[in-house]
């Protein structure tokens, strides 16, 4: 074990993205169900149908990966089983 | 030490314990993911488009079995100890490295959207975690 700051950061902004993501998840179903979004700083900068799609525009963007949270939006009333 | 279990995920009605992470890869930097812990998964298992994205070498690693996840049988490859960062309640970063399987989709149908990562028992048993749970009261926690 070890203590790095750069990931405590980013540990940070990933739980700040999801208490965004849930107090918001209602409207975020509504535009993006079934599809994957890329979040950051209290907003969905991109979003695509799948991860693959996504992750491509990204990197076109020149996004950084850890600078965003990737999420699956499932559609109203799918619940996902693993 | 003791690292927070979340209890829920955004969709309000369902509960998944889940916990912050972040990936640590030599070749592209860091990842931030959500880690669902799986107690039903006996390996700890990334997403195929993740461990792309990250740049895991696993593709010059042979199939070495299959895994029969959600009713779909995908060729496994292991990583040797991917790099994980959780935080502890005393607000400290805590470093973990295990095994992970990348999962290699065999038809546009295998997607596996809805995980980044699931943490298995193996990692619980590999790492030495004990996990307690209470989730009729939101309670849930990795110590060691």
Redesign the interface.
């Known amino acids: 074990?070890?203590?790095?700051?750069?990931?405590?950061t980013?540990?940070?902004?990933?739980?700040e993205?999801?208490a965004w993501?849930?107090k918001n998840?209602s409207k975020?179903q509504e535009e993006h169900g079934n599809q994957?979004v890329a979040i950051t700083n209290n907003s969905i900068i991109e979003f695509a149908m799948?991860?693959?799609s996504l992750?491509a525009k990204l990197k076109q963007k020149g996004i950084?990966?850890?600078s965003?949270?990737?999420?699956?939006i499932?559609a109203k009333n799918e619940?996902?089983?693993? | 030490m003791k690292i927070k279990v979340l209890t829920f995920l955004p969709e309000a009605k369902t509960t998944y314990l889940n916990i912050p992470v972040v990936l640590k890869s030599p070749r592209s930097g860091f990842m931030r993911v959500k880690a669902i812990i799986d107690t039903g998964s006996p390996e700890t298992i990334i997403g195929y488009e993740e461990a792309m994205a990250l740049q895991i070498p696993f593709s010059n690693v042979a199939t070495e079995k299959f895994i029969n996840l959600g009713g779909s049988k995908y060729a496994a490859s292991t990583f040797n100890r991917l790099t994980m960062i959780f935080k502890d309640e005393e607000e400290k970063a805590v470093q973990e490295s295990i095994n992970v399987c990348v999962l290699k989709p065999t038809s546009d149908k295998q997607k596996m959207q809805g995980f980044s990562l699931l943490l298995g028992t193996d990692f619980l048993r590999e790492r030495g975690y004990k996990l307690f749970c209470d989730m009729k009261n939101d309670l849930a926690y990795l110590e060691k």
């Open positions: 074990m070890k203590t790095v700051n750069i990931e405590l980013l540990l940070d902004k990933t739980f993205d999801l993501l849930r998840f975020i994957c799948d991860k693959k992750f950084e990966l850890s965003v949270l990737i999420e699956y499932p619940i996902v089983i693993f």
